[in-house]
């Protein structure tokens, strides 16, 4: 092999070592970022995320995808952060409704309540939530600090049913798509994908065999059969109803950011 050849692949593998460097760092102050304490206003972590997203887009070792992927991840958990501190304010808020001497706290939860709602509106946050949010104002507005009134105590139960249909998958960080599926092969059998993130996927019709939350898997998965990739991925939950499997990876730089570039090259846009 020619120097300058030698020269050229010595560069692009010093060049590739620090692209991932600077991955593996970006995903350890993702996973830092997603234990953030729901009562705590995340003010803070949205500057620390922005800063870490500005600072990726003047390197010049990440790649476009690259920085799209962790503009988009940090978006998506300032966004869950501000809707998880937005619930703490509003249960704070009943509660203070609830007792006469705390009028002058629930008017301070009130306004801060305002704020954040401006906040993850701008961040993307769902019409479901909004909502959401607007139905637990009018029950605190109906609530006394008596006690609650009928029409609160219905406005209440309307809003557990609301919960529980619209915020049984809150805790995912991920846009997740169906289409289009991904083919996983475990243990040597072939699969598809029900739905698929960047941060993991969810895998039909697979038996139990055991399978235990935290349990370490190595996969190939990829868009088809003749181009699939190696990953190490964790078991999250084995769902017996419909024969699933709920598996997520162990780090932002893995292999589902390729494959959602290899959509973009062959021209797919996922949809859920």
């Given amino acids: ?137 009018e029950i605190i507005r109906q609530t006394s600090a008596a006690g609650d009134s009928a029409k609160a105590k219905e406005a209440a139960e309307r809003e557990a049913k609301r919960r529980e249909q619209t915020h049984q998958n809150e805790q995912r960080t991920f846009t997740r798509w169906r289409d289009p599926p991904l083919t996983v092969i475990i243990n040597g059998k072939s699969y598809a994908t029900v739905d698929w993130s960047l941060g993991g996927m969810l895998v039909g019709d697979i038996a139990d065999l055991g399978w235990q939350p935290g349990q370490q898997l190595d996969i190939r998965v990829g868009l088809e059969p003749k181009k699939l990739y190696s990953e190490r991925i964790e078991v999250v939950r084995y769902i017996a109803e419909g024969s699933r499997l709920a598996i997520k990876v ?23």
């Fill in 1 to 137: 092999m020619p120097v300058s050849s030698q020269a050229r692949l010595a560069q692009q593998e010093a060049r590739e070592k620090q692209r991932q460097m600077w991955l593996e760092r970006a995903g350890k102050e993702f996973h830092l970022a997603e234990a953030w304490d729901a009562n705590k206003r995340p003010d803070q972590l949205a500057k620390r995320l922005d800063t870490m997203v500005e600072a990726s887009n003047k390197t010049e070792i990440l790649t476009h995808g690259d920085k799209t992927d962790i503009r988009d991840r940090a978006r998506q958990i300032k966004l869950k952060a501000y809707e998880k501190y937005l619930d703490s304010l509003l249960e704070r808020c009943m509660a203070a409704t609830r007792d006469k001497d705390r009028i002058e706290e629930k008017n301070t939860l009130l306004k801060e309540i305002n704020e954040i709602v401006s906040t993850a509106a701008r961040l993307g946050t769902s019409q479901a939530i909004k909502d959401s949010v607007k139905e637990r104002l």
């Fill in 250 to 272: 162990r780090r932002f730089a893995s292999v589902l950011m390729q494959i959602k570039r290899d959509c973009d090259m062959a021209g797919l846009e996922p949809s859920d």
